[in-house]
């Protein structure tokens, strides 16, 4: 749900950050000297490593080890790039600690794109936390942010995860006259909180891997209560073509369909994305959401930085944010 408690809660959380982040960091100034190598997340990267070596070639441990980040040339012209943006998510403490770029895992991702750029590849991008989230630190969410709009060109998509809810992000152009790039969100399995499960099947160009469509399966977790000898009615939701009437994936289609929930008189595209987002979940959708609240949904899509984000959750501002 999101309302003007929300708004409350996220400018309340953003402050108590900055002023925590300043208490800690005059402490740590004092406390420098006294950090040993014990209080380390290392263990964990070392971990990962090693657990994930199962699926991912040998040379990708060293950037694992380094940060939980990698990338894979899948075949030839085809890469995929993993990053770590948990690094970026205000709860991680360690920011107090390091905060301009950890692991300068940015820099890695600028330089592995321009070495994809270099050898005609196309990429799909792999995270955790979305772009323009506000749970990112965010002079690390407006660099990630300049990093995409910088190689568009060559990322096919991204794929997130963090919000446990279906969404998308659209990256638009210096003019706002078109797309650029898109982020999806697959949801979860996982109900949190309040939600129906789900899994997503992406469709994908064997040539120029595009996405060029989805379906969204769920099952309804009420009535799969009600007999736990009955296994869930797993269903599909919707395709992501058929559902919003596009022709296809492209940037300009998907620029169109953001002028066409912006230009709905009746709300009704973004009352369907809101039912979606909520994975039609009786609980999370009746009464939850109305004309202020869609806006703000549609204001998150398109702006990624985390000024423009903040803002959307001003209902005066949040529509005309959507192309200004």
Known sequence: ??????????????????????????????????????????????????????????????????????????????????????????????????????????????????????????????????????????????????????????????????????????????????AVNVAYNGASFTTFVGNNPNYRVYDTDSKSFEITDYEEWIFNLTEANLDKNTPPNWYKLYSFKEAYGLSSTRNEDLFELIQRMKNDPNKELMKQYFRYLKRDSGVKTFGHCEDDCLDTLLCFIVNLTYKDALKCYQSSTSSRLIFS
Request: aromatic residues 14%.
């Open 1 to 178: 749900m999101i309302s003007g408690s929300c708004l409350n809660c996220f400018c309340n959380v953003s402050i108590q950050f900055q002023f925590i982040r300043y208490l800690v960091t005059m402490r740590l100034i004092h406390l420098t000297s006294n950090i040993t190598e014990a209080v380390s997340t290392q263990w964990l990267y070392d971990y990962v490593a090693d657990n994930w070596s199962k699926w991912l070639p040998k040379d990708t441990k060293s950037t694992i080890r380094v940060g939980g980040f990698y990338t894979v040339l899948v075949q030839k012209g085809f890469r995929i790039i993993g990053i770590n943006s948990n690094i970026c998510y205000t709860n991680n403490f360690w920011l107090f600690f390091n905060d301009f770029d950890p692991h300068g895992q940015l820099q890695w991702l600028a330089n592995t794109l321009a070495e994809a750029e270099k050898n005609n590849e196309v990429v799909h991008l792999l995270s955790h936390v979305p772009p323009g989230s506000l749970e990112c630190w965010h002079p690390w969410s407006d660099e990630f942010t300049r990093i995409i709009n910088r190689f568009s060109h060559v990322i096919r998509a991204q794929f997130n995860g963090h919000t446990h809810t279906d969404e998308i992000r659209i990256f638009l152009n210096d003019n706002k006259d078109n």
